[in-house]
């Protein structure tokens, strides 16, 4: 079954005004967002938007004409694809807007976003998922550990400005963290602006640390608006608190955590393949992260990040990649900043987890039975928004 490369190639000669933006043209933007764009686009809202094609050819031009992998997790069919874009008829009409990235590594901060501008003035807004960057990885972390995130109020702060410099409809598209700080953006927007997005696409993001956020009105008003696709064995999207109107979309390979790879996600035409749910799989990365997660104390998840931290910093390293090529190297050092850690923190770090052996097989013993642990609490959020509506 075709997936995003094979949508370029068999759709990139019908336009927009043909055939309007759907779930591939999602992902393809989405997947191409994490070629380095912040190079060769300018951030600021002032500044001219730039020709897709221009920024293309600069961009491979810059990395020496070659398809070089963006990292250890991320494959190179970002630029591939990137390239084939370059020369169909339905993106080689599109701008390139004020691509923002911060990074900082204390708190962690690994933040990029950008706007395509369609030939109708649509803006489809894309927040990038997690680089290669250990920084990137530090900050899913603390999704998990923190009530909140420093790329939330970027996120909210770019969508803003979207809004006040572009007068067409919004569209907001992002995979894994991207897609979750894409709804959270729009769930913390004003009303003007939430009336004027059109779609968003939550590409196998992760849920929040609690459904406080997914319990907002706003999130009633734009879910006949919003798209969440995951793999049907979905790793990363079954995480923490997140919605239960996903759409389970069919991958080409077979375990959760590569099926985050959305080259993998079958495409057919315009449209993802779709089956009726997630399997047991993703339904138990579903249930026993959140029996976990949820045990886990306000104390236990600072001390949980303060260890993260520590032992990051020992490796010395930036990226994933030089993490893997350096090892050994990267491994004694963060064991020799285990060993210097005080008792009460390292007890405190492993409570955090104890346990979690036996949560996951009571689990898998209650899924078996079909007897879904009440931390889903997907039937409450359904009768939740019933009463709403009644």
């Not at 250990?134 to 790329?151: A, N, Q, Y």
């Not at 035409?269 to 976990?292: E, H, W």
């Amino acid at each position: 079954m075709p997936g995003i490369y094979e949508y370029i190639e068999r759709c990139g000669g019908e336009p927009f005004g043909a055939v309007p933006f759907g779930d591939a043209d999602n992902l393809t933007f989405c997947q191409v967002f994490y070629m380095p764009f912040e190079q060769v686009v300018p951030a600021s809202f002032d500044a001219e938007p730039t020709s897709f094609v221009a920024a293309v050819n600069e961009l491979f031009a810059r990395r020496g004409y070659k398809h070089k992998k963006l990292g250890l997790m991320i494959p190179n069919d970002a630029s591939v694809n990137m390239m084939r874009m370059a020369v169909q008829p339905r993106f080689a009409s599109l701008k390139l807007y004020a691509v923002q990235e911060v990074f900082e590594t204390n708190p962690a901060v690994q933040f990029c976003a950008g706007t395509f501008l369609l030939p109708d003035g649509t803006a489809v807004v894309i927040f990038r998922g997690t680089d290669d960057s250990i920084t990137g990885w530090k900050e899913d972390l603390d999704i998990f550990v923190r009530k909140g995130i420093p790329s939330y109020p970027l996120a909210i702060a770019y969508l803003k400005n979207v809004a006040a410099h572009c007068s067409g409809d919004i569209i907001i598209c992002g995979h894994s963290k991207g897609g979750h700080l894409g709804l959270f953006a729009a769930l913390k927007s004003d009303k003007a602006i939430r009336d004027r997005i059109v779609g968003i696409y939550n590409n196998d993001g992760p849920g929040y640390c609690d459904y406080s956020v997914l319990q907002m009105d706003e999130y009633d008003e734009l879910l006949p608006r919003y798209r969440h696709l995951v793999p049907h064995s979905s790793f990363v999207g079954m995480m923490l608190a997140h919605d239960y109107d996903y759409t389970a979309v069919r991958s080409s390979k077979h375990l959760g955590p590569m099926q985050h790879d959305m080259a993998s996600w079958q495409i057919d035409g315009g449209k993802v393949v779709t089956q009726a749910d997630v399997d047991i799989l993703a339904k138990l990365t579903d249930v026993t992260l959140s029996d976990i997660v949820t045990r886990v104390t306000d104390a236990q998840g600072a001390v949980v990040d303060y260890v993260a931290n520590v032992l990051i910093e020992a490796t010395g390293e930036t990226y994933l990649t030089g993490l893997v090529k350096h090892a050994a190297k990267a491994v004694g050092g963060a064991v020799n900043a285990w060993k210097e850690l005080a008792p009460d923190t390292k007890e405190t770090f492993k409570s955090a987890f104890k346990g979690a052996g036996k949560i996951l097989v009571n689990d898998i013993k209650h899924i078996k039975e079909k007897k879904i642990p009440d931390a889903a609490n997907a039937a409450a959020m359904l009768v939740r928004r019933v009463t709403a509506k009644n």
